[in-house]
């Protein structure tokens, strides 16, 4: 009899085992008009500001012809799947 391999998810994320914050903070997600912020001839469709917590650093997320990304960390940052949650 030969032995089962397992198998394992793709993601590595299922793997990983999250953990509960003792008091939950919820992330600040603003949106701003991109044509005042941007120019008036922007091509960006949505600009957000979101901030993971309060205190931390903003994050600049930005919907155009490129699609949905981050200013610093591109499309796979957090704070673009809050962002898109947001603004629909």
């Known amino acids: 009899m030969r032995a089962r391999r397992s198998t394992t998810p793709a993601d590595p994320t ?3 085992p999250t953990q509960l914050d003792l008091f939950p903070v919820k992330p600040v997600v603003d949106v701003l008009d991109a044509k005042s912020v941007v120019g008036p ?3 960006v469709e949505h600009l957000v500001r979101v901030r ?4 931390d650093a903003p ?3 930005f ?3 490129h699609g949905w990304y981050c200013e610093a960390h ?3 940052c957090a704070a673009v799947a809050l962002a898109r949650e947001d603004v629909k």
Do not use: E, I, S
């Open 41 to 43: 001839k922007t091509g």
């Open 52 to 55: 993971l917590r309060p205190n």
């Open 74 to 76: 591109g499309p796979t």
């Open 63 to 65: 919907h155009d012809r």
């Open 59 to 61: 994050h600049l997320v």
């Open 14 to 16: 299922l793997l990983a």
